[in-house]
């Protein structure tokens, strides 16, 4: 798993990395099961059923609105998983991950006030080359 750590952060607690580890888990499990290949929509799915048949709390296409001048603004933009209320889980189903999806995960992360972010790339053929950890 690629770990993006950025300065003067304070240590994750143990809940957040508990429900961290719960994800990766959850996701190898449904990629050993699928395989790459379908959208993301799918994993998504299959990856927040398999957290509740865990007993893990998660909420899907959480709308986020933006902050702006003092006014939040509804921009669309939907966070794929917030697991515990700990973690966002942002899921791709592409060739390669790029800096604008690390930027988009990074953002959400900013705006959510959350610390703990995973990206998770299931178009790959080994599961843990797909997964980044972003903390700010």
Do not use: W
Not at 63 to 74: E, Q, S, T, V
Not at 88 to 97: G, N, R
């Amino acid at each position: 798993m690629n770990h993006e750590v950025h300065q003067d952060h304070e240590a994750i607690d143990r809940r957040t990395e508990e429900a961290a580890r719960q994800i990766v888990d959850a996701g190898l499990k449904v990629h050993k099961s699928l395989g790459p290949g379908l959208l993301e929509s799918a994993y998504e799915y299959c990856l927040a059923h398999e957290l509740v048949l865990r007993g893990v709390l998660v909420r899907k296409q959480v709308a986020f609105p933006i902050l702006y001048a003092g006014d939040k603004l509804d921009a669309g933009f939907r966070i794929d998983l917030i697991v515990d209320e700990r973690v966002i889980v942002e899921i791709k189903a592409v060739e390669a991950l790029t800096s604008v999806h690390k930027a988009q995960i990074l953002t959400y992360l900013k705006l959510s006030s959350l610390r703990l972010g995973l990206l998770i790339n299931f178009n790959v053929a080994l599961f843990r080359h797909g997964v980044k950890r972003i903390v700010l």
